[in-house]
């Protein structure tokens, strides 16, 4: 299972989480948002190695997500609005892609995008908003999701043993305000996630992502 933290927007926290042992870093390019990263002022961004760097994006031109992408050497897209399911070719199967986890079966939606990127359950905007995932029905076999939304320290394990994910996403639960990272909660988030794994008895007979 992956491990993202997203929302970084100082080169101290993201090495802060890199060395917590984040798979992921995550970045947002979506104009107005509190974690709003200036591509044009964060070359920073391209130096950093040891995690996999993902640009989130929201109701952008896709002219302009592939530019910022190949500026700042992002490895993965996430695509966080209401952007056609078509640019999915153009931006590749390792992109991240935001479904809405209630209704009446998310999972649809998922099984619709499988195969062409990797689906993100997250019920807010990168606004921290919890979601209770006791009540998402079980996953599928065999389909692979990530999970964000709300999660923190202190409850990412409980959603892990209930999903079952290939990726968690946390910004809010690991912050001491908006955009600047709190690394004692970074590293206890990340230890919480990889405990979890561990204690979760997942299916070894499932294909990984």
């Known amino acids: 299972m992956l491990v993202k933290i997203c929302g970084l927007t100082r080169p101290g926290d993201a090495e802060a989480a890199i060395e ?21 002022t964060a070359v920073w961004i391209r130096d950093l190695r040891g995690a996999e ?47 809405e986890p209630r209704g009446a079966d998310p999972w649809q939606r998922a099984a619709m995008l499988s195969g062409l990127c990797l689906p993100l359950f997250d019920p807010g905007a990168g606004d ?24 923190t320290p202190e409850t990412v394990a409980e959603a892990v043993t209930r999903v079952r994910p290939a990726m968690v996403d946390v910004s809010t639960g690991v912050e001491a305000s908006p955009g600047i990272k709190d690394p004692e909660r970074v590293a206890a988030f990340v230890a919480a996630a990889r405990s979890a794994v561990e204690s979760a008895a997942l299916d070894h007979d499932e294909d990984t992502p």
């Open 20 to 40: 917590a042992g984040a798979d992921m870093l995550g970045f947002v390019f979506a104009p107005g948002t509190r974690r709003f990263v200036d591509p044009t």
């Open 128 to 151: 921290g908003v919890a979601f209770d995932w006791k009540g998402l029905p079980p996953r599928p076999t065999g389909l692979w999701v990530g999970i964000a939304g709300g999660l």
């Open 53 to 99: 760097k993902v640009g989130v994006f929201r109701d952008s031109e896709l002219a302009s997500i592939i530019a910022i992408r190949d500026l700042l050497g992002l490895d993965r897209v996430q695509l966080h609005g209401e952007e056609p399911d078509s640019w999915l070719d153009a931006l590749g199967p390792e992109t991240l892609r935001r479904v």
